[in-house]
């Protein structure tokens, strides 16, 4: 098989196709999961969707969650409470995190995680409609809210225009000193199953007087077969079967590439190669093959994403899929490898 000319073997020219197609699979399934999680992100105003609201009332010590949190911590990861903090010109919210709920499109810097969310230091992640509101002090970036002065610590937002845009979060302890301890809460958690044991063990850290208002009765949850057939169960259960199928195919292609080297391999061992010789010259040639297609298919993304406005791409899907796509080919060449090698023997 001739191509631009030169002559190119038919397991090779194979090679390359099923690694285009399947680079490219991983890209498209990669932007797609981020643009569905960015999409939620901006419909659910920064929550999950199965989130709870709680009040606190009738506390008399300003510094409960001081001793309530640290138990809570203990017990439960990716879980966060939020508090929100009225404002007429910004939407504020106060934050703890501990793991990962749910994290916003970063335009620069970083977002809370656990110790700084937790923290005596006050901190800010602002949308990027006050960016022009931030000034510079020996080198780090602040914002005044309320009188107090917070360190920046990153920029949020989206291309296009969002309410996320119009957003800010501040540490949980500079929120609580804003509010008062006796105020609304919002509970959420990564697992919905999550949200009841974690408000019970909030309603039952706070002392008397201290009263949470918080609804702790289960909803009527979602059934494996309801879940399975929901719009986010049946894109992933499609993105697995492509993944499935793609994999399975260049199985097979690396398997006939190994068969069309037989000749190769004969000629190698009468020239005195040692195994590990053979093999290095072989993933020499294949991850070569491979790198090439996983160009080939970052360009041919590329082109996608200029002519679809709603495909995306961004470096960590570049870098994600890379590593998915040599990972893969990786496992395949071993296996395909291995096989080849016993049917020698």
């Given at each position: 098989?001739?191509?631009?000319?030169?002559?190119?073997?038919?397991?090779?020219?194979?090679?390359?196709?099923?690694?285009?197609?399947?680079?490219?699979?991983?890209?498209?399934?990669?932007?797609?999961?981020?643009?569905?999680?960015?999409?939620?992100?901006?419909?659910?105003?920064?929550?999950?969707?199965?989130?709870?609201s709680f009040s606190i009332i009738n506390s008399d010590d300003d510094e409960q969650w001081t001793e309530v949190m640290p138990d809570i911590i203990e017990a439960y990861d990716n879980f966060a409470v939020y508090v929100p903090v009225h404002d007429d010109e910004i939407l504020m919210r106060g934050l703890y995190?501990?793991?990962?709920v749910l994290k916003p499109p970063i335009i620069s810097g970083k977002y809370f995680d656990k110790a700084t969310s937790w923290t005596d230091e006050p901190k800010i992640v602002l949308g990027k409609n006050y960016e022009n509101d931030i000034y510079e002090n020996d080198g780090k970036k602040y914002y005044k809210?309320?009188?107090?002065?917070?360190?920046?610590?990153?920029?949020?937002?989206?291309?296009?225009?969002?309410?996320?845009?119009?957003?800010?979060?501040?540490?949980?302890?500079?929120?609580?000193?804003?509010?008062?301890?006796?105020?609304?809460?919002?509970?959420?958690?990564?697992?919905?199953?999550?949200?009841?044991?974690?408000?019970?063990?909030?309603?039952?850290?706070?002392?008397?007087?201290?009263?949470?208002?918080?609804?702790?009765?289960?909803?009527?949850?979602?059934?494996?077969?309801?879940?399975?057939?929901?719009?986010?169960?049946?894109?992933?259960?499609?993105?697995?079967?492509?993944?499935?199928?793609?994999?399975?195919?260049?199985?097979?292609?690396?398997?006939?590439?190994?068969?069309?080297?037989?000749?190769?391999?004969?000629?190698?061992?009468?020239?005195?190669?040692?195994?590990?010789?053979?093999?290095?010259?072989?993933?020499?040639?294949?991850?070569?093959?491979?790198?090439?297609?996983?160009?080939?298919?970052?360009?041919?993304?590329?082109?996608?994403?200029?002519?679809?406005?709603?495909?995306?791409?961004?470096?960590?899907?570049?870098?994600?899929?890379?590593?998915?796509?040599?990972?893969?080919?990786?496992?395949?060449?071993?296996?395909?490898?291995?096989?080849?090698?016993?049917?020698?023997?």
């Open positions: 098989m001739k191509f631009l000319g030169k002559k190119v073997p038919k397991g090779n020219f194979l090679l390359f196709l099923s690694f285009t197609v399947i680079s490219l699979c991983f890209l498209l399934v990669l932007s797609t999961i981020r643009a569905e999680k960015e999409n939620n992100i901006k419909m659910k105003n920064m929550y999950t969707g199965h989130q709870k995190i501990n793991g990962e809210y309320c009188g107090q002065v917070f360190e920046v610590m990153g920029i949020m937002g989206t291309k296009e225009e969002s309410r996320l845009n119009s957003m800010a979060f501040i540490d949980f302890k500079s929120a609580v000193g804003i509010t008062g301890i006796n105020t609304g809460y919002i509970l959420d958690t990564k697992e919905e199953s999550d949200i009841m044991d974690i408000g019970s063990r909030i309603s039952d850290d706070f002392d008397y007087p201290a009263d949470v208002g918080i609804i702790l009765s289960g909803g009527d949850g979602n059934s494996g077969i309801a879940e399975f057939l929901s719009g986010k169960g049946i894109m992933d259960t499609l993105y697995i079967m492509v993944l499935v199928s793609f994999s399975l195919s260049t199985l097979l292609v690396v398997f006939i590439w190994f068969r069309h080297r037989k000749g190769l391999f004969f000629a190698w061992k009468l020239c005195g190669y040692k195994e590990y010789s053979v093999f290095a010259e072989i993933a020499k040639k294949f991850y070569l093959t491979a790198g090439v297609s996983y160009c080939v298919g970052l360009g041919l993304m590329s082109v996608i994403s200029v002519a679809a406005k709603d495909i995306t791409i961004a470096v960590p899907d570049v870098l994600k899929s890379f590593i998915m796509t040599i990972g893969l080919g990786t496992i395949i060449l071993m296996l395909c490898y291995l096989l080849d090698k016993k049917a020698r023997s």
